[in-house]
């Protein structure tokens, strides 16, 4: 029996795995709807995340649904834009325009989440 050949996003996948943790490379795909002033932000906003925490260690592929709607399902894209974290791992999505920085840092697990502390309760001991 012969061993299917190998997609590119296999390839990508399989090299990433093979890397050290700390010289990890991000697998990044934003799928946007068209040239709306959300989807221009988002692409903004995400660029210029990459390349001040991610220098020369992300590929970023910007998906148009519009132009190529059959990569929609595959990723179970319901919402644009979206942001999908293929590599590393564990993989994740994040809605929206990415303005919110801090919670785009935690999406692609650059920075932990932050816990609040409990309030204080009035119980007067």
């Known amino acids: ?7 590119p996003d296999t390839l990508a996948f399989e090299a990433a795995l093979a890397r050290q943790p700390d010289e990890a490379r991000y697998l990044l795909r934003l799928f946007v709807s068209g040239t709306t002033p ?3 932000r988002a692409i903004q906003n995400i660029r210029a995340l990459c390349e001040e925490k991610l220098q020369g260690r992300y590929e970023l592929e910007v998906i148009d649904i519009y132009q190529h709607p059959e990569m929609v399902k595959p990723e179970q894209v319901v919402v644009t834009p979206t942001l999908v974290k293929k590599l590393p791992l ?3 999505r994040i809605i929206g325009d990415l303005s ?7 999406g692609l697990d650059l920075v932990a989440r932050h816990r609040t502390p409990l309030a204080e309760s009035g119980n007067g001991s």
Request: hydrophobic fraction near 30%; aromatic fraction near 4%; charge should be positive.
């Open 1 to 7: 029996m012969s061993r299917p050949k190998s997609t």
């Open 38 to 40: 959300k989807s221009a």
């Open 100 to 106: 919110d920085t801090e919670r785009v840092l935690v």
């Open 90 to 92: 564990p993989f994740r």
